[in-house]
């Protein structure tokens, strides 16, 4: 595997750019109208679409319907030696706390948050 991308789809792409500029500190590989990349420690890339691609992308079967009765889920979970700092700042920047931090079974120390997009963003840190 070379590298490993995630793309989410977003309704403000200049708005969550933003959000994951100022939460890592880090400046876009890419930044586009339609395409935005930000990699990511240890060189994964985050991909930030704008929902209006999707039907560009998938035809019209999949453009965003705000009626539909359930969204799609998506969390991005990020094991990090700073995940109390990281997760302070995601709550600064508008994000809204869903679980503090908490040692789970599988051995992490997670804190679990969620953004104005709507996706979950946990912040971990392994203790064992």
Not at 20 to 46: H, Q, R, S, T, W
Request: some cysteine; aromatic content about 12%; glycine content about 6%.
């Amino acid at each position: 595997m070379n590298k490993t991308y995630f793309i989410i789809y977003v309704d403000d792409i200049d708005k969550t750019k933003m959000f994951y500029e100022l939460l890592f500190d880090i400046k876009p590989i890419i930044d586009e109208p339609g395409m935005c990349e930000l990699e990511l420690p240890n060189g994964a890339v985050l991909g930030i679409m704008p929902n209006s691609s999707l039907e560009k992308l998938f035809g019209a079967e999949y453009s965003v319907n705000n009626k539909r009765k359930s969204s799609p889920r998506f969390e991005l979970y990020f094991q990090v030696n700073n995940a109390e700092a990281l997760y302070e700042k995601a709550l600064q920047l508008g994000a809204l706390s869903l679980r503090k931090f908490t040692k789970m079974d599988w051995g992490d120390r997670v804190a679990y948050c969620v953004n104005h997009d709507g996706h979950i963003l946990a912040f971990a840190e392994n203790v064992e």
